[in-house]
């Protein structure tokens, strides 16, 4: 099993909290590579934070604005990358700040349209 999927087991299909999965109780402890062991998804992010918040940042948005764009990412697009994660970090890592860059940026606003 993923041990970031069992961070996240609290949540349900739709992003509901629960504390259990029909009569059982939910586990979110979990391991990462290299033993670093986690409680919950609180301890989790603080894991990440401290060790990896550069890498997981970037992979992050990387992949949400892939999506986004509907398209692979270009070199000229990691300058979009880099906009976003350095506001992210001064912003509490929000998931709306990477979603609000994202629709923000020139590469989103301008997808689809034809050079002239």
């Known amino acids: 099993m993923d041990p970031l999927g ?3 087991e609290n949540y349900d299909a739709v992003g509901r909290w629960r504390a259990t999965d029909g009569e059982f109780s939910i586990d979110p402890s979990g391991e ?3 033993g ?5 998804v609180k301890e989790l992010k603080s894991l990440l934070a ?4 550069k890498k997981f940042t970037r992979c992050l948005i990387e992949n949400m604005l892939t999506y986004g764009l ?4 270009e070199a000229y697009d990691y300058c979009t990358v880099e906009d976003i994660r350095t506001k992210l970090a001064g912003n509490d890592f929000r ?6 860059g994202i ?3 020139q590469a989103f606003q301008n ?3 034809a050079a002239k």
Not at 36 to 40: G, L, P, V, W, Y
Not at 70 to 73: D, E, K, N, Q
Not at 95 to 100: E, W
């Open 6 to 8: 069992f961070a996240l």
């Open 32 to 34: 990462l590579l290299g």
């Open 36 to 40: 670093r062991k986690f409680a919950d």
């Open 50 to 53: 401290s060790s990896a918040s």
């Open 70 to 73: 509907g398209r692979g990412l």
């Open 95 to 100: 998931i709306q700040d990477i979603i609000f």
């Open 103 to 105: 629709v923000e940026s």
């Open 111 to 113: 997808r689809g349209v």
